[in-house]
């Protein structure tokens, strides 16, 4: 026993290191473990969740949301994927309805998100063309205030591009008469300006851009009241700024 003391006495600074160096090897290999369980715990999550997960959000990223309108037998939003044509969403809407008439259309067109795809019906594009230029389709009406057809085929000529109302089923055949009659007798009466207060709907149907729906609203409305200044024309359901910078220098109180 003597013996012990003597020598715990002599190595006890050896001791006391092996001794702190054993709690903190102990010590470091709890921490270890510890940490170890979480980290396969973390690893089973990852490897077990974002499978379909990940495959999910690739997916939705290859996919457009595209709303088509129109002639079709199904309208509505269809979700399509990115390498998808115009045509495909017609087909997937169900097809084509007996009325349809595409030539405003570029089925080929490549689909992007958010696009919009109209199919105008027979009489709306029949009524669309003009008898001033007859070399010039309807491909040009494919803009408007409220939405834009993204599948319209661009005229050849894009710098005379128009700005015209949401539905083409607006225009008719009347209002091409009228249209065609303003043409022959433009040079005439190019310095004659329109009373939008007294103007009779035949005179109101001289303007560029107005048709008889425009025409019979301009009438509506100045019958509860009078138009003070050309610029309150722009308060009438269906005429814009941009059509308003068409017909200002036409018209007068």
Excluded: Q, W
């Amino acid at each position: 026993m003597e013996k012990i003391k003597e020598l715990y006495s002599e190595y006890k600074e050896y001791i006391l290191c092996l001794l702190l160096l054993i709690v903190f090897l102990l010590g470091n290999a709890g921490i270890f473990y510890y940490f170890s369980n979480d980290i396969n715990k973390l690893k089973k999550e990852i490897n077990n969740k974002p499978v379909t997960e990940v495959k999910e959000e690739r997916k939705n990223n290859d996919k457009y949301s595209v709303d088509i309108k129109g002639e079709v037998r199904k309208p509505g939003v269809y979700t399509m994927n990115k390498d998808k044509r115009v045509i495909d969403v017609v087909k997937t809407a169900g097809g084509l309805t007996l009325e349809a008439d595409t030539s405003a259309n570029n089925l080929s067109m490549k689909l992007s998100d958010e696009m919009v795809i109209i199919i105008y019906s027979k009489n709306e594009i029949k009524n669309y063309l003009k008898t001033k230029e007859k070399e010039e389709k309807v491909l040009e009406k494919c803009k408007n205030d409220i939405v834009t057809n993204n599948s319209c085929i661009e005229s050849s000529n894009n710098s005379d591009k128009k700005e015209t109302n949401t539905k083409i089923a607006n225009k008719e055949s009347n209002n091409t008469k009228s249209k065609t009659s303003k043409n022959e007798s433009n040079e005439k009466d190019e310095n004659k300006l329109v009373s939008i207060n007294t103007a009779t709907k035949e005179e109101l149907l001289t303007l560029t851009g107005i048709g008889e729906s425009k025409a019979d609203a301009i009438i509506e409305y100045r019958k509860t009241k009078k138009f003070e200044t050309i610029e309150e024309i722009k308060e009438v359901s269906g005429i814009g700024e941009s059509l308003f910078e068409k017909i200002k220098d036409h018209i007068t109180t």
